[in-house]
């Protein structure tokens, strides 16, 4: 394992990070002295911006095939392929996120806006690739407090108020608990570094039963990250009243950064407790998965059901957890690159719905399909694929993370899975059945698509089909990723 030193030319290990910062900073340069009507361009800076990152981070910073970690900051950052793969997943979530926001009222000429929206994505990356449990904890707070204000950020919407507050006091309770997870471990070992923690645990002679409470004070702040039963309890308010740009940002990037750290923590800080936490793990995903999609179904607003969908998506990415093998690591990575392009995807299409027509209940997408047959069309693949239909990429995605529990002998979460999935298929093909079957007075007035949404969408849509039918590259990315951890 290598050791690099800041000021060498390893700068562009952290170049995303680095970027992501520069990018906030002239974001609020440009709000400052720009006019009200050039303000609108501030969203095209962020989404530009953050695709240019991405792209120079694979130019410059991709870690090299089979090559050793690299640690820079005395350890407390791992540059690897793990940290790597979820960085990417972040600028893209930002990107589209900017895109999307681009013609809301209240976000789109808010220069702070954009700005706390890339620094809950700076914070992101640092989760990614964070070894230490003080740098962990920093980052963790980054993406948080950013977060808790965006979703807030519509003042004048009692709605995203209360889901701003609402998020604020149970994510600073769980955090707390974390806290305090985190300081029985250095504790017990001496250690902040996660992999000389790790070695610390393995020839310490602690009881299996201390470490498991520890795992259990740590897995608080991760649940709540990923809204895992029993913490999930703030997702569907604070999906219906955030910003939903925010909301599609939440379910995504947050969820897929909260995995990043609990597959890192999870597997190499707490190996001598395996057989315990894997079954505790399993009974959460069971629960996550049954809990979410049976509430999922009498919801009547679209957003509210799609954050029970998540919940539930959260239990099937846990499964790869469970597994505990390489293939399930891998399984997991997978599913959340699909889960995040699939769900940008659904909440695309929210929200262009709701800006012709003002609504977000279900019923009122009755006739959607003559009003706009394509935007219709999106909806059908996005749902279908968050439903495992062959063969988009949710469907591969479950395969993976269903064959990986088969091949570890955890039978039984495969078989809840494959019901859970009956389940959710259900629930997304009723809001399918008003879409295409029910008909509406206002069948003859059109959606407006604006542009940027429209290419937003497409490429989500693609991505859906694409990463479904060629899921060889990105399953061999997951499984670096994997390999990575460890």
């Not at 969203?43 to 690299?70: H, K, N, Y």
């Not at 809001?431 to 007035?445: H, T």
Request: overall charge neutral; aromatic content about 12%.
């Amino acid at each position: 394992m290598a050791f690099a030193n800041f000021e060498s030319a390893h700068i562009l290990l952290v170049l995303p990070e680095i970027l992501l910062l520069g990018l906030a900073g002239l974001i609020l340069l440009l709000d400052g002295v720009w006019r009200e009507q050039q303000r609108r361009l501030l969203g095209w800076v962020s989404a530009g911006g953050s695709l240019l990152t991405l792209i120079l981070a694979i130019l410059f910073s991709r870690p090299e095939i089979g090559g050793d970690p690299i640690l820079i900051f005395g350890g407390m950052l791992r540059h690897d392929w793990t940290g790597f793969t979820f960085k990417i997943v972040f600028l893209f979530a930002v990107a589209v996120t900017s895109m999307l926001s681009l013609d809301m009222e209240g976000l789109a000429k808010r220069g702070a806006y954009f700005a706390l929206l890339l620094i809950a994505a700076f914070g992101m990356c640092l989760m990614a690739a964070a070894s230490d449990l003080i740098i962990l904890l920093l980052a963790i707070e980054t993406t948080s407090i950013p977060l808790y204000i965006l979703a807030g950020f519509l003042k004048a919407d009692k709605k995203s108020t209360e889901a701003g507050i609402k998020y604020f006091l149970f994510g600073a309770l769980s955090s707390a608990v974390m806290l305090y997870g985190f300081s029985l471990l250095f504790g017990f070992t001496g250690e902040t570094n996660i992999y000389r923690l790790a070695a610390m645990v393995r020839v310490g002679e602690f009881s299996p039963w201390i470490l498991l409470g520890t795992a259990l004070l740590v897995l608080v702040g991760f649940g709540f990250k990923v809204s895992v039963v029993p913490f999930h309890f703030w997702s569907p308010d604070v999906y219906e009243g955030a910003p939903t740009p925010i909301t599609a940002f939440i379910s995504t990037a947050s969820k897929a950064a909260g995995f990043a750290v609990l597959l890192r923590v999870m597997l190499v800080a707490f190996p001598t407790i395996e057989a315990y936490w894997t079954t505790l793990f399993a009974i959460l995903a069971a629960a996550t998965m049954t809990i979410g999609n049976l509430l999922a179904i009498p919801q009547k607003n679209i957003k509210r059901l799609l954050a029970y969908s998540s919940i539930a998506h959260a239990g099937y990415a846990l499964i790869g957890l469970v597994a505990l093998s390489s293939l399930g690591t891998a399984s997991s990575v997978f599913y959340l690159l699909g889960y995040v392009v699939t769900n940008l995807a659904a909440f695309t299409i929210v929200i262009i719905f709701a800006q012709s027509a003002g609504s977000e209940q279900i019923a009122d997408y009755a006739g959607l399909s003559r009003r706009a047959p394509g935007l219709a069309l999106a909806l059908m693949l996005a749902l279908l694929s968050l439903a495992g239909m062959p063969p988009l990429v949710g469907f591969v995605a479950k395969f993976y993370v269903f064959a990986a529990a088969v091949q570890s002998g955890w039978i039984w979460l495969a078989i809840v899975g494959v019901l859970n999935a009956i389940i959710g298929l259900y629930y997304y093909m009723t809001i399918l059945k008003v879409v295409y079957l029910y008909r509406s007075k206002d069948e003859q007035v059109s959606i407006d698509i604006p542009r940027a949404t429209a290419v937003t969408l497409v490429f989500c849509t693609l991505a859906i089909i694409g990463i479904g039918t060629i899921s060889g590259p990105w399953l061999n990315l997951a499984v670096e990723a994997a390999k990575a951890l460890f």
